[in-house]
């Protein structure tokens, strides 16, 4: 079994979500680009830092309630020290949505000051917020302008047109639709964005999906899957250190599917259901915070 996919995700919108940034983008003082805190790299587009130039820049690493915290201080340390304003944010319990105003207008200190040296002191700051599909954009708008105003829903693509939402009198942000990019260099990308629900769950069959994030799992976090699956006293293949990932990741669903006796007739293990269940644990924190990349 090897492990060669060629994952691909880019609908039509998405071209003329591209085209639209690019036309805004001379109307915006600041680009604010989201990330998922449990892929920060996966889930950064690659186009935006072409499409934005020199803009002045802020990332904001969201669902931090749902990421390791000492991979999400190291992420912010990365990014800080690559020259960009840094926030965390969990727009469940609203943790950190407090600080995007002030370190935006910090941000912004000098652009504020030349309308000020102009006579435009009350000119409203204007910024873009990106991000691929279901990071969370439109919550943490909704979050910060304390409105029910950008449609909101945990799965990837609905909003498709571009939303100005006022925060305050001297805050516009520009809402924009998720966009990802034409191709994935790296197939690790195309999972981790299944993984977290960024792109659909049909780019692979689901036993294969649950297997690769088994595998990640069982490399980063494995006394989790241990803990969680009763895999301590499970028997291991013994060329299981020498196989391909998705090889070793079946191997592991099957075993947490023995423990959890989920049997077909004639006692054939129920391997799609543990996947199912596999992921839906993954994306709901039943199984914990997980960050499954490091700077």
């Given at each position: 079994m090897t492990d060669n996919m060629n994952i691909q995700w880019y609908p039509g919108h998405m071209t003329k979500t591209?085209?639209?940034?690019?036309?805004?983008?001379?109307?915006?003082?600041?680009?604010?680009?989201?990330?998922?805190?449990?892929?920060?790299?996966s889930s950064r587009n690659p186009d935006i830092d072409a499409i934005c130039g020199d803009k002045p820049r802020m990332v904001i690493l969201n669902r931090i309630d749902m990421a390791d915290p000492a991979r999400t201080?190291?992420?912010?340390?990365?990014?800080?020290?690559?020259?960009?304003?840094?926030?965390?944010?969990?727009?469940?319990?609203?943790?950190?949505?407090?600080?995007?105003?002030?370190?935006?207008?910090?941000?912004?200190?000098?652009?504020?000051?030349?309308?000020?040296?102009?006579?435009?002191?009350?000119?409203?700051?204007k910024a873009m917020v990106v991000g691929v599909p279901n990071v969370g954009k439109s919550t943490f708008?909704?979050?910060v302008a304390g409105r029910k105003g950008a449609k909101?829903?945990?799965?990837?693509?609905?909003?498709?047109?571009?939303?100005?939402?006022?925060?305050?009198?001297?805050?516009?942000?520009?809402?924009?639709?998720?966009?990802?990019?034409?191709?994935?260099?790296?197939?690790e990308v195309g999972l981790r964005l299944a993984w977290t629900g960024a792109v659909k769950d049909d780019i692979l069959d689901t036993e294969t999906l649950a297997a690769r994030l088994m595998d990640q799992l069982w490399r980063?976090?494995?006394?989790?899957?241990?803990?969680?699956?009763?895999?301590?006293?499970?028997?291991?293949p013994a060329d299981f250190a020498g196989m391909v990932p998705s090889a070793r990741g079946f191997a592991l669903l099957e075993q947490a599917a023995r423990k959890r006796?989920?049997?077909?007739?004639?006692?054939?293990?129920?391997?799609?259901?543990?996947?199912?269940?596999?992921?839906?644990?993954?994306?709901s924190c039943k199984l914990g915070r997980f960050t499954l990349e490091t700077p």
């Open positions: 591209r085209r639209m940034m690019e036309a805004e983008l001379k109307l915006v003082d600041a680009v604010c680009e989201i990330l998922d805190a449990r892929i920060p790299r201080r190291a992420w912010a340390d990365h990014f800080k020290a690559r020259g960009f304003s840094v926030i965390q944010t969990d727009c469940k319990t609203r943790k950190g949505i407090t600080d995007f105003s002030p370190a935006l207008n910090r941000l912004l200190a000098e652009k504020r000051r030349r309308y000020a040296e102009k006579g435009m002191e009350g000119k409203p700051l708008i909704n979050q909101a829903e945990n799965r990837p693509g609905v909003t498709r047109g571009k939303q100005w939402v006022t925060v305050d009198r001297g805050l516009l942000l520009l809402d924009t639709p998720g966009i990802l990019w034409p191709k994935f260099e790296d197939p980063d976090y494995p006394q989790v899957l241990r803990d969680r699956y009763k895999l301590g006293d499970a028997p291991l006796g989920f049997l077909l007739p004639g006692a054939e293990l129920d391997v799609e259901r543990m996947a199912n269940v596999l992921l839906e644990e993954y994306r």
